[in-house]
């Protein structure tokens, strides 16, 4: 067996490079997995583009991770050598400071940023904490379970924010990475679905992946149409504007909320008389635990979710990247880590 292992380091702006890395056993409370595949999300741009606190310090992006344990480390007593398992956003619960015992683990002090400040999947080997760890269901491909480890349990988790009856309407902003699973989500909860996209020559997609209405906001105000559709109860906002999200808060019911997820560069203006009269809220959504995440890839095989990706080659992670950032890929780039 190599003692060796390949892996992408990030160091600087926008760079990526390939090296050998010795493996090493998993520290306690960990493992230790040969990657399957990794999915390529828009949040690695933390890691490649520099935007962390030592641009300059090595780190493996990376964060939708679907691999097979080889190494336990000691105290780690639920997972085995050949378990199949998932690792996402959050590498895991400390299970000791105050937000964790209260329940709160997605909130956790103490908690690895997958890919981020803590190595991630852009490798053939990762590590993990015990706790962050996902269990793959029999069945479900890697390349498919890879992005709903992230962008799937992202939608998922928003869209059970609150407590919305079945038949409400329910709108997803954006068809993307993000929203093309939030759509087929919110049509298995049982809701009244609406997408909101620039363009009418996204409508047929949008019915496909399960919206009831469609509402092109490149020729109407998303406000003004999701109040003459009679108010959603919630709204998912995925696109990565501030400024697109901003006339969605008019297009609530009473009582409705505005699910914010898509990082945007810009911020959110809000009239305050739009939040007031009518009680309306905004909040924003973080990922889930990882038990939440065994639910998310549960629900998601029994309905017959599908993320829609493109695989490409380990050694080709760059090319990946930038597939993703361009914003051409149709949805989720993923890398095959044993092509």
Same mark, same amino acid.
């Given at each position: 067996?190599?003692?060796?292992?390949?892996?992408?380091?990030? *160091? %600087?702006?926008?760079?990526?490079?390939? @090296?050998?890395?010795?493996?090493?056993?998993?520290?306690?409370?960990?493992?230790?997995?040969?990657?399957?595949?990794?999915?390529?999300?828009?949040?690695?741009? /933390?890691?490649?583009?520099?935007?962390?606190? +030592?641009?300059?310090?090595?780190?493996?992006?990376?964060?939708?991770?679907?691999?097979?344990?080889? !190494?336990?480390?000691?105290?780690?007593?639920?997972?085995?050598? %050949?378990?199949?398992? %998932?690792?996402?956003?959050?590498?895991?619960?400390?299970?000791?400071?105050?937000?964790?015992?209260?329940?709160?683990? @997605?909130?956790?002090? +103490?908690?690895?940023?997958?890919?981020?400040?803590?190595?991630?999947?852009?490798?053939?080997?990762?590590?993990?904490?015990?706790?962050?760890?996902?269990?793959?269901?029999?069945?479900?491909?890697?390349?498919?379970?890879?992005?709903?480890?992230?962008?799937?349990? *992202?939608?998922?988790?928003?869209?059970?924010? +609150?407590? @919305?009856?079945?038949?409400?309407?329910?709108?997803?902003?954006?068809? &993307?990475? /993000?929203?093309?699973?939030?759509?087929?989500?919110?049509? $298995?909860?049982?809701?009244?679905?609406?997408?909101?996209?620039?363009?009418?020559?996204?409508?047929?997609?949008?019915?496909?992946? %399960? !919206?009831?209405?469609?509402?092109?906001?490149?020729?109407?105000? #998303?406000?003004?149409?999701?109040?003459?559709? &009679?108010?959603?109860?919630?709204?998912?906002?995925? !696109?990565? $504007?501030?400024?697109?999200?901003?006339?969605?808060?008019?297009?609530?019911?009473?009582? &409705?909320?505005?699910?914010? @997820?898509?990082?945007? #560069?810009? #911020?959110?203006?809000?009239?305050?008389?739009?939040?007031?009269?009518? *009680?309306?809220?905004i909040v924003g959504s973080l990922t889930g635990?990882?038990?939440?995440?065994?639910?998310?890839? &549960?629900?998601?095989?029994?309905h017959g979710i599908h993320p829609s990706i493109? *695989?490409?080659?380990?050694?080709?992670?760059?090319?990946?990247?930038?597939?993703?950032?361009?914003?051409?890929?149709?949805?989720?780039?993923?890398?095959?880590?044993?092509?």
């Amino acid at each position: 067996m190599s003692t060796t292992y390949r892996a992408f380091e990030a *160091t %600087g702006v926008h760079n990526l490079r390939l @090296v050998e890395r010795e493996l090493a056993d998993p520290a306690p409370g960990h493992v230790r997995l040969r990657v399957e595949t990794c999915g390529v999300c828009h949040s690695d741009v /933390l890691a490649v583009e520099g935007l962390r606190a +030592d641009p300059s310090s090595p780190i493996v992006p990376g964060h939708e991770i679907v691999g097979v344990i080889d !190494a336990v480390g000691p105290g780690v007593t639920a997972w085995h050598p %050949g378990d199949r398992v %998932g690792v996402g956003f959050l590498n895991g619960h400390c299970g000791e400071c105050e937000p964790c015992r209260r329940g709160d683990f @997605v909130n956790c002090l +103490d908690q690895g940023q997958t890919g981020t400040n803590v190595d991630g999947g852009y490798a053939e080997v990762t590590y993990a904490r015990a706790s962050g760890l996902v269990r793959i269901p029999d069945g479900m491909p890697a390349a498919e379970a890879a992005p709903l480890l992230c962008a799937g349990l *992202t939608t998922f988790s928003a869209l059970q924010q +609150d407590s @919305v009856r079945a038949g409400s309407l329910v709108a997803v902003q954006g068809i &993307g990475g /993000l929203g093309h699973l939030a759509l087929q989500y919110a049509r $298995s909860l049982g809701y009244r679905v609406a997408a909101v996209a620039r363009g009418k020559d996204k409508e047929p997609l949008a019915r496909e992946l %399960g !919206a009831h209405e469609y509402i092109d906001s490149s020729e109407t105000d #998303p406000g003004t149409a999701l109040a003459g559709l &009679g108010g959603a109860s919630l709204v998912v906002a995925t !696109a990565s $504007s501030g400024a697109s999200m901003n006339p969605l808060l008019r297009g609530l019911a009473p009582g &409705g909320k505005l699910v914010v @997820v898509g990082a945007a #560069p810009d #911020p959110l203006s809000v009239n305050t008389a739009d939040l007031i009269f009518g *009680t309306r809220s905004i909040v924003g959504s973080l990922t889930g635990s990882s038990i939440e995440n065994e639910d998310n890839l &549960g629900f998601s095989l029994a309905h017959g979710i599908h993320p829609s990706i493109e *695989t490409m080659p380990f050694e080709r992670a760059m090319d990946a990247y930038e597939r993703m950032l361009s914003g051409k890929a149709r949805f989720r780039v993923v890398l095959d880590v044993t092509a």
